[in-house]
């Protein structure tokens, strides 16, 4: 005869086999992890905003964005981030750090400027070429005109960083 708390714990058992077996290897994060890739590598991020019109260069964005790629990369997935020889390869430039105003005063002033930063991306799965693309990833933080960039940089970077290394992960591993 079975026991009562054999009966209850045995459908609990079959439930949890059959979803660690249908997530296969999809992640909670939305990750689609290619079968056999195991590392990725994010190659620095050189800031070439200085060489575009209207440009500027902003001191230590190539590295901090760099560093933003790595690390939702890291926290999203359960791959390693290896120097070279990476299974997935992130790498690129930014091309394009300026600020423009937006939309003026009845003074004919500028009431609100625009941050944009745009990115010249690449990606190589070593494990499935045919993934392999270059697209180009833009993104801007709106501020008061009386502020200056160094005023508002820090919460402008957050947001731009945000949207861009978050669309950069759903065009490579989330496949949205």
Not at 55 to 66: I, K, M, Q, R
Not at 124 to 139: G, I, L
């Amino acid at each position: 005869m079975i026991s009562q708390q054999t009966k209850i714990w045995w459908p609990i058992a079959i439930v949890a086999l059959l979803l660690q077996w249908g997530c296969g290897i999809y992640s909670f994060t939305g990750a689609s992890i290619p079968p056999g890739t195991k590392t990725f590598q994010v190659n620095y991020f050189e800031n070439l905003a200085g060489n575009r019109p209207g440009s500027t260069v902003e001191p230590g964005l190539d590295n901090d964005f760099t560093i933003a790629l790595q690390d939702l990369l890291l926290n999203q997935t359960n791959l390693d981030l290896v120097n070279e020889n990476g299974d997935l390869i992130y790498e690129g430039e930014i091309i394009e750090y300026s600020v423009t105003p937006m939309s003026a005063t009845a003074e004919i002033t500028a009431a609100q400027n625009r941050l944009k930063m745009t990115i010249a991306f690449r990606f190589v799965n070593t494990k499935k070429e045919e993934d392999d693309f270059k697209k180009s990833y833009s993104f801007y933080y709106d501020f008061p005109a009386e502020l200056q960039v160094y005023d508002v940089k820090d919460a402008a970077h957050k947001d731009i960083f945000d949207r861009i290394t978050q669309d950069i992960f759903n065009d490579t591993l989330a496949k949205w």
